[in-house]
């Protein structure tokens, strides 16, 4: 079973600071990566994706991604009380095994900023 | 911009009842799914669909069967609902099999079985 791990929170932060997320996965073979936002009774909505090991920021967010540890993660510079929602993290497989249509989610993180 | 419509945001269905789940997108996308989401447990993935008339199984598919007759729409099907299918479906879909490719959601359906 192809699992994708996350704290389930919630995490607090104050406003203005950083918030770190993060996800770790368990099949070595995944090639995506996304983090989608999620408000209370709403859908998911895409942040941002990464394939690549490093780091890629998008305005206040980066994503970091580390395929050796198996590890991903998402940063929240400047932290406001707007970005307080579930965080959820996505994995999507390999291709060539056939994962590559599907995403594995995790339960997601709650964020909660606080004034 | 992405535009995956559900049919209904709130439905109320009686236990035993066929319930009828429509989704639609309108980005040509070939990829479609359906997931449940429920406190704890996350998105489980129910059945996807990567072509016309083509579907695979997800996770959880008992109790489900789809349809997928046109691109751009993907139909969940309850054959006969019961109680513990009371969650929130949400459809999504994504572009072929471009690996970097996100899936975009609709606004979801909570679905409540009595």
């Known amino acids: 079973q192809k699992e994708v791990e996350q704290n389930s929170g919630p995490l607090s932060v104050p406003e203005g600071a950083i918030a770190s997320l993060n996800c770790t996965y368990s099949d070595r073979g995944s090639q995506s990566f996304f983090w989608y936002r999620q408000y209370s009774g709403k859908s998911p909505e895409l942040i941002m994706f990464i394939y690549s090991n490093g780091d890629k920021e998008d305005g206040r967010f980066t994503a970091q991604l580390n395929k050796a540890s198996q590890y991903v993660s998402l940063l929240i510079r400047d932290s406001q009380p707007s970005d307080s929602a579930t965080y959820l993290c996505a994995v999507k497989g390999d291709i060539l095994t056939g994962g590559g249509n599907k995403l594995t989610f995790g339960t997601g993180t709650q964020l909660k900023v606080e004034l | 911009d992405v535009k995956v419509t559900q049919s209904s945001r709130y439905l109320v269905k009686r236990t035993g009842e066929k319930v009828f789940l429509e989704c639609v997108q309108d980005?040509?996308?070939?990829?479609m799914f359906w997931y449940r989401q429920d406190p704890g447990l996350g998105l489980r993935l129910i059945y996807f669909?990567?072509?016309?008339?083509?579907?695979e199984k997800g996770d959880i598919p008992e109790g489900y069967s789809v349809s997928r007759e046109k691109k751009e729409r993907f139909s969940l099907i309850l054959e006969s609902a019961s109680t513990n299918q009371t969650s929130m479906y949400l459809c999504?879909?994504?572009?072929?099999?471009?690996?970097?490719?996100?899936?975009?959601f609709g606004d979801g359906t909570r679905l409540s079985i009595l």
């Open positions: 669909s990567y072509d016309v008339k083509m579907k």
């Open positions: 980005m040509d996308h070939e990829n």
């Open positions: 999504a879909s994504s572009m072929g099999q471009k690996i970097h490719q996100p899936q975009h």
